[in-house]
């Protein structure tokens, strides 16, 4: 009988990674029709810069390192459109090309490349953006188009404006819907809902960071005397629970570990909000549980069969 010697892990995923990948991306659609649909061309045109300009990064670099390019595992693609999808129709072209090749090249392959990067590519992006070009990044445009019967087809208005985080007037079908400004892939919940429900179909992702982060943001706010159901649908906190907050690589690797991972990063998009001078705070708060990661595998992890505990 011949024997196969080989390192582990011996379990092999269900899954290859292109195929994990296609499968986000294919959840991710619905959010990106919904936001072309509402936001017109100029979101189609962001949306195609920041998907175009991280595969191509991903190709220079691998091409200037050597490295062979084979059959590309579709994270870039998906790197490059969460990173689309978390900006403002009125983003220029350029400064979603420079994100996503800032999201591929420095938060991604000098690290090593996909499964070695501690902080999640997509928001490192947004984040830089946020702080090199802040008025481009907070310029909200209303729909050109609405979905659905609401409050906002009276107004009709085309305009730059607040989001309903900064406002507080949108109502609960303008929320559902999309009708409201901000980010591209964000506004429609009901696009995003339907992607969350392909993963679990597909068994890409859990429910449980999702449902603990969404549901932290809903219990602190309503402690604090506000709208628990107006502070989950405004706002990116259901696209960043459900896209970003679950990525295989930046959380924690056991359950309970993602638990903590979620509830943390609600109590933090809680705190940014209420007592912060930034109405948002999905994006840090992740990027600030991804850094404590590893801490939290550290308190977390399970005692391997046979190991010796050492004397304190």
Known sequence: MNLSLATGPHLLPRQSTRRIMLDVLIALAPSAVAGVYLFGGRAAVVLAASVLSAVLSELA????????????????????????????????????????????????????????????????????????????????????RLIGLS????????????????????????????????????????????????????????????????????????????????????????????????DYVTNPMLPVGQCAFAVGCGVIVVIIRIHGMYPEGVTYAILIMNILTPLIDRFTKRRVYGEVRKNA
């Open 61 to 144: 670099w691998k091409w200037l390192a050597r490295k062979p390019v084979g059959n590309p595992d579709l994270s870039a693609a998906v790197t490059g459109l969460i990173l689309g999808l978390n900006l403002p129709s009125s983003t220029p072209w350029w400064a979603a090309v420079v994100g996503s090749a800032f999201a591929i090249v420095i938060a991604k392959e000098l690290f090593g490349g996909i499964g070695h990067n501690f902080l999640n590519p997509a928001l490192v992006a947004r984040a830089v953006l946020l702080a090199s070009w802040p008025r481009h990044l907070t310029t909200f445009f209303l729909p050109q």
């Open 151 to 246: 409050s906002a087809a009276k107004t009709g208005d085309a305009i730059s404006s607040a989001t309903p985080l900064v406002t507080g007037k949108a109502s609960f079908l303008d929320l559902l819907f999309g009708n409201i400004p901000g980010t591209i892939g964000e506004v429609c919940k009901i696009a995003i809902l339907v992607g969350f429900a392909y993963m679990l179909l597909r068994g890409i992702v859990g429910a449980h960071i999702p449902l603990l982060f969404v549901g932290t943001v809903a219990a602190l706010t309503w402690l604090y005397g506000s709208d628990p159901l107006a502070a989950v649908l405004s706002g990116g906190v259901l696209f960043g629970a459900v896209f970003m907050a679950t």
